[in-house]
């Protein structure tokens, strides 16, 4: 049971807001989870961060919280009774705002150094001469695909573009964390193109937001690359390498295989590990099982709607998908990006294929069943 390996530093709220508690390992380490705050809410709700320190020869901090965490976490450190000056390093699960938000604060105040992936050091910061337009000039390139408009961008996310664009960081190469050689690292690319993993030896795994309880994480799209590929790290030079559906399955069978090979692995995950009361644990090969079992049924509905009702808008495939009170706000824009993620795999399957006036087609194959498997 979950709930005999935790102590309760200290309760927070029913969704998991403040929590803060120690997760006793089978070999008597510790790792410690700090909940800190989210501004999402309603239908899309994610739940708080969960960030995690964990406490082995080289302690380190994966995660920070959202924009403006930074101090709070510091203060969460301390409530758990840790020094923050005992901790090696700072890193990241992925370069999502909700997670490396208080990064720069954090490095600031303490002096302790981040250890970032090499696409996180490439794609938080900003280069003027290369944004896709002016309005973008000061924002980090991770952003430059944004569909948020300028007005709400220049008011709410700007100043963090500035922060994480002039952070001085490390980077994390090769599979182990350089600073502790007990530490693997996972590069688990798709939700984002840094997305990591950092398995604590075959006690528990970090997982980030790469599966998650309840929620299936978004796959970003193969069509970023298109901004960003003359800015990343040379190898990385195929959109399906980092982007978009393709990537995200191959790391979730990744996971698949390493929920097999370590089955009381524990894992812990970025979003809701306490939430609606209750602790939320996830098993590693059944859930990422799960998040490919989902996108593999919405590949097959996504198609079976297009062969019933012929080309089709992709407003039209998101109305059809997704619930109304889903669509409200920015809803429509996620559920948007969900549905064009599907597409761009089921185009490479051969499956549909574009027509005139920005509408989708089936082509009358079914062969994405046997393509996902081989990916
Ligand atoms: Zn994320
Ligand atoms: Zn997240």
New binding site residues.
Partial sequence: MFTEKIKIIHQGDPNGNGWIVRIKLPSGRNVFALATENVYGGDWDLGPTWNYVVQTENPFLVDTGRYGMGGRLLEMIDQAGLSVQDLKGITLS?G?E??DGGLVELTQRTGIPAWVHPIYSCLSRSYPQQAPHSSKENFSASCWHCFMPESFTVAHCLEYHKERSSLDSRLLEGSLLPFDSGIRIHHLPG??PDSMAFQIDTEALIVG?NILPEIT?HPSQEAFFLWTQKILPPEFDRPEKIYGLRAYLRSLKRLVALGREYPQMIVLQAHRLFYDHSWRMIELEKRSGEIIEHHLQRCASILSFLQKEGPRTIKEIVLSHFESKLLKGLGTKMAEGEIKSHLELLEHSGDVEWKREDKVKATGTTLFEQYIRNI
């Fill in positions: 992925h999502h909700d997670h939700h984002c937001d994480p």
